[in-house]
């Protein structure tokens, strides 16, 4: 499977953009680039997906770069509530690979 | 919906007791997953259910079994726990999309292993 790397921690303001990177230098063609996110004592929950074009839904936006081996997640207006893990996937389209989570991002949101 | 259920939330075990760790979805997934997660660590896949009827291990299955006992139901049993086995379960299922696919979790066992 091919490998992610994500900052430890990052801090983010209240109502402020928050841009959590991901290299994935190792990335291939058919791999999909997955986020996760994980509040205290909840199980991870899925935030977005992409393949090549940038992706926005209603939580968030993921910019993914020309050559692929790095993406952004980016919460446009970071709330106390986004606090969170937030765990950046690469996974195959061919089914039947795993998901493989790695230590991820700790998001601290300041009031 | 309930989405993914597992019982219980918590859980205290002695050293060699035995227990199984129930989850339940009702989305009509095929695909049911079961992780566990350390203190400050990643999820870690145990075992996993491509369909009703198939199990196969995952990057950590030693001390571990699972039954796949209808397309809703996947438990995980822990024969003799050890407190090498203290962690967060998480079971998971995967709604398989055109393009790609999309884990729900469960909100975790809580299990302590004494």
């Known amino acids: 499977d091919a490998k992610t790397t994500q900052p430890n921690s990052m801090e983010s303001n209240e109502e402020e953009p928050v841009h959590l990177p991901c290299n994935h230098s190792t990335i291939s063609g058919t791999d999909y680039i997955h986020w996760y996110r994980q509040l205290p004592s909840q199980g991870p929950e899925y935030v977005i997906h992409?393949?090549?074009s940038n992706v926005n839904n209603r939580m968030a936006s993921l910019a993914i770069a020309e050559d692929r081996k790095s993406s952004t997640l980016i919460l446009h207006r970071a709330t106390l509530r986004d606090a969170a893990v937030y765990y950046c996937?690469?996974?195959?389209?061919?089914?039947?690979?795993?998901?493989?989570f790695g230590p991820g991002t700790r998001l601290s949101v300041l009031p | 919906n309930a989405g993914v259920t597992q019982t219980p939330k918590f859980q205290v075990l002695k050293t060699g007791q035995s227990m199984t760790l129930q989850c339940a979805q009702d989305m009509n997934h095929n695909s049911m997953y079961w992780y566990r997660q350390d203190p400050g660590m990643g999820l870690r896949l145990i075992y996993y259910?491509?369909?009703?009827?198939?199990?196969d291990k995952g990057e950590v299955p030693n001390g571990y079994n699972v039954s796949r006992l209808n397309k809703r139901e996947f438990s995980l049993r822990l024969e003799s726990a050890a407190p090498s086995q203290t962690s967060v379960y998480f079971c998971a299922s995967i709604r398989l999309d055109f393009s790609t696919d999309t884990q729900y979790f469960g909100p975790g066992t809580r299990l302590t292993v004494l």
């Open positions: 259910s491509a369909s009703e009827g198939t199990t």
């Open positions: 996937i690469l996974r195959d389209r061919n089914y039947g690979q795993n998901f493989v």
């Open positions: 992409g393949l090549t």
